[in-house]
């Protein structure tokens, strides 16, 4: 499954949110374990690295060592001056998910995964939170994932 993701799930699993802290190890286990392609934008990379750093007053090494550890499994679409000139002329009222958006419509994704749905309200693609990306393993491919504890 190729899944593009919002800039918030990449950010709920660098930073450990707990809200999201297992759903985001599940995701990215999935990726390691090449169930998944998790794919973000050239220009979403700036954004986490960004987010991790000031947000979290993470210092630059470390924010570099986990940009490092993430890369592993992500894969990195170039946005395009298409896809910048799509947003800007949508009637997306956020342009950074219009870009997101348009940059998973290029990469043919089957869905993108985010925690506000209704950011993206105005996809023709698959939207899913946790919850619907997993359910959706389950229900329709009959996939169950789980972590197992140590």
């Known amino acids: ?9 990449i950010v709920d699993f660098l930073s450990q949110r707990r809200v999201s802290e297992q759903p985001a190890r599940l995701l990215f286990a999935l990726c390691a374990l090449g169930e998944i392609e998790l794919w973000v934008s050239s220009s979403q990379i700036t954004d986490i690295y960004y987010i991790v750093r000031r947000s979290y007053g993470v210092a630059d090494a470390v924010a570099r060592a986990k940009m490092i550890q993430l890369r592993k499994h992500l894969r990195i679409h170039a946005l395009s001056g298409y896809e910048v000139d799509s947003a800007l002329r949508s009637d997306w009222a956020d342009f950074e998910d219009a870009c997101v ?3 998973a419509v290029a990469e043919k994704a089957d869905a993108i995964i985010t925690g506000n749905q209704r950011d993206f309200s105005k996809s023709s693609l ?3 939170d946790y919850d619907g990306l997993f359910d959706y393993l389950e229900n329709e491919l009959g996939l169950v994932y789980d972590e197992i504890p140590f």
């Open 1 to 9: 499954m190729r899944l593009f993701a919002d800039t918030n799930i």
């Open 101 to 103: 958006y348009y940059a």
């Open 126 to 128: 698959r939207v899913v």
